[in-house]
């Protein structure tokens, strides 16, 4: 639930080309992708993960101009925890994203795939990055406050188009002619929707998105299966009013992939993609669900039952990752999480202290017919190796964790 989010893009925006690098396009393409992507297929489990890196920046160019060099602290230090927990399939949430795909290769090439502090490297051949909705100008007073101007009336809260993106690395190949984006989807064609009443006008809701980054289906190869990473980063439930116009979003944001991944076709007959083709994922599809989905299921400021809505699903199974460190910081920072009613093993999110405190913000949901082997919260207590990456604020990382989970292939 961080304070730089909220809506998604005008129908009108043209959905650019998606990068997708293969190996034989990745730039440089070298001999240690080629031994990662032999080693990926050697293994007999396939461990996926989120990670809310808060790898943003405050201006447009300002995250390529500090990837160009290989010495940016925050980056190395995000790199290290990447690099601690090896995730074959990994979403970045907010990553600034670039038309030129610059900052997503250049994370590549001068972090991951360079040691840092001796740790292996983590190269990844495949990588996909689309548009999100964050920073476009929507025209429209969409907070009310009597003026057109500044993020919130954005269709997705940003104060220049792409920020807090997202991206995807994969030691696996990633099916590009396959993946399926919903950026321009508009909430009013969900069905049952929670869509505030009597706040946007009947203008507004013609072009309003539902997401407020974007939703992406990507399809990888994983050996002689496929996998559909579901990939997103709903608004967080906050920064509103009465209305709770983010928290509603929020919710309907998570209810997409519930509907997406529904037994009934019926249920997700409704969805199109950005390339007009309806439906939702077909039935015996394997999938996992990424992202930092702002929603905890007993704390916070969600509307009741969000992220219920996937872990109650019938396609869906929830691992329990946990951590040792959140307990501790439970304990250590006091405040809202004294009176929070989920066990803080299951945190993800350092946030404030007093309000709203730690939460369970960041999910890796399995399908049913995938086996769960592993999973965890990259949250190591005071004074274990890699507690110095995660910190407390201000972060040397970010508030979030990554969070993963093994599969077996």
Request: proline residues 7%; without cysteine.
């Amino acid at each position: 639930m961080r304070k730089s989010l909220t809506a998604a893009v005008a129908a009108s925006l043209v959905l650019s080309v998606p990068f997708a690098a293969t190996a034989a396009s990745a730039a440089p393409t070298n001999k240690n992708a080629e031994k990662s992507a032999a080693k990926a297929d050697q293994q007999q489990s396939l461990k996926v993960a989120t990670y809310n890196s808060s790898l943003n920046r405050n201006a447009e160019g300002d995250l390529v101009r500090d990837l160009s060099t290989p010495d940016n602290v925050q980056a190395k230090a995000v790199a290290e925890v990447i690099q601690m927990n090896q995730p074959d399939v990994l979403l970045i949430n907010e990553f600034d994203y670039d038309a030129e795909h610059r900052a997503a290769d250049l994370f590549r090439t001068h972090y991951l795939a360079v040691s840092q502090n001796g740790q292996p490297t983590a190269d990844y051949p495949y990588v996909y990055t689309a548009p999100v909705n964050t920073g476009v100008p929507s025209g429209f007073d969409l907070n009310n406050n009597g003026a057109v101007a500044g993020g919130d009336d954005a269709w997705g809260f940003g104060l220049f188009p792409g920020q807090y993106g997202m991206v995807v690395y994969s030691k696996y190949p990633i099916l590009e002619d396959q993946v399926r984006t919903f950026q321009n989807f508009l909430w009013k064609d969900m069905p049952n929707h929670a869509i505030p009443e009597n706040w946007y006008s009947a203008q507004e809701l013609e072009q309003f998105p539902l997401s407020s980054k974007s939703h992406w289906d990507i399809p990888v190869q994983v050996d002689n299966k496929v996998v559909h990473a579901l990939t997103s980063h709903p608004t967080p439930p906050t920064f509103d009013g009465p209305e709770d116009r983010n928290g509603r979003r929020n919710h309907d944001e998570i209810r997409f992939w519930a509907d997406y991944v529904a037994t009934s076709k019926k249920q997700s007959s409704y969805i199109y993609d950005d390339n007009g083709e309806f439906g939702g994922l077909k039935a015996g599809e394997r999938f996992v669900i990424l992202g930092d989905q702002n929603a905890d299921p007993k704390d916070g400021d969600s509307l009741d039952q969000a992220i219920q809505q996937l872990l109650n699903h019938n396609r869906i199974q929830d691992p329990l990752p946990t951590s040792e460190g959140g307990p501790e910081a439970a304990v250590l920072q006091n405040g809202a999480n004294l009176t929070h009613e989920a066990d803080p093993a299951y945190d993800t999110a350092d946030f404030a202290d007093g309000a709203p405190g730690n939460l369970r913000a960041d999910y890796v949901l399995p399908s049913r017919n995938l086996v769960v082997e592993d999973a965890g919260v990259f949250w190591p207590k005071k004074g274990e190796p890699g507690s110095e990456l995660t910190g407390e604020y201000p972060f040397p990382t970010s508030d979030h964790r990554l969070v993963w989970v093994e599969i077996k292939k």
